[in-house]
């Protein structure tokens, strides 16, 4: 289960109970009060007594018959709002499906969320690649194309800032595992205007990325064609790259007068 950014000490009761609803959604499936309990910090009657909270106000839903939590209606709604005001995926929907279909593979579509990367849309071929990512998940930034890509073209106090955040934990023997080595290669991506994913997160899983930048080069997003080694070779991959590289610049003029939030 991944550590967020942004702890709920001193946020009261509404960080205790935004806490409690981070715990249920990390679970993947409905859970029973045991287990959150087994990984809570707070007593029994405090967890029950947010749970209880967030049910009655509709954040979460509970199952009497299985006894257990799950995210609630309500949620669902607030998180579709969220999707269509504060993430580029709408505007980007219908470019990054004429993407997946011209080049033949899955595309994702990202944004930084608090030094991590946040997949906000993927489109996949007809033939799917089985992968970590998908619309909604959080990843790490470090050893992803998209991360790269986004952090390339941060302001040096930004970057830094997003850095201190990273793991550095080696998913792989390609995983770039220390500020340094990551440092070098968000330098040839800046240069280059491309990032690529060398099998840094998980096996068998290549990709080229692209920023995707305001008119003042601020990172907005970025979006990536991904593949296996079993299909393609990163050279072969790279063929998609006038194709990647033109889709972020259509992307990046259509979201032009969006108001991004901070």
Request: glycine share 6%; proline share 5%.
């Amino acid at each position: 289960m991944n550590k967020q950014a942004g702890s709920s000490t001193g946020d009261g009761t509404v960080g205790k109970a935004l806490e409690v609803l981070d715990k249920v959604a990390a679970v993947g499936r409905p859970v029973r009060f045991s287990e959150l309990l087994s990984e809570s910090t707070h007593p029994k009657a405090t967890l029950y007594r947010l749970l209880q909270t967030l049910v009655s106000q509709g954040m979460l839903a509970y199952d009497e018959r299985q006894q257990t939590y799950s995210l609630g209606i309500r949620l669902v709604r607030l998180a579709h709002a969220a999707w269509r005001q504060s993430s580029i995926a709408p505007i980007a929907r219908p470019f990054i499906n004429a993407l997946s279909e011209a080049v033949g593979e899955t595309v994702h579509l990202a944004q930084l969320d608090s030094g991590q990367v946040l997949y906000v849309d993927k489109r996949n071929p007809t033939n799917a690649i089985d992968m970590f990512s998908q619309a909604g998940k959080v990843g790490p930034a470090y050893c992803t194309g998209v991360g790269k890509a986004l952090m390339a073209f941060l302001e040096p106090a930004d970057l830094d800032h997003v850095l201190k955040k990273q793991s550095f934990y080696r998913y792989t023997p390609a995983t770039l595992a220390s500020e340094a080595e990551l440092r070098a290669d968000l330098e040839k991506i800046r240069e280059e205007g491309l990032s690529y994913d060398r099998e840094e997160h998980e096996p068998g899983i290549i990709c080229i990325a692209a920023p995707i930048l305001s008119s003042k080069g601020r990172p907005v997003g970025a979006l990536s064609v991904t593949t296996s080694t079993q299909r393609k070779s990163l050279e072969q991959l790279l063929e998609a790259r006038p194709a990647l590289l033109d889709t972020a610049s259509k992307i990046a003029a259509a979201v032009e007068d969006w108001q991004f939030p901070a």
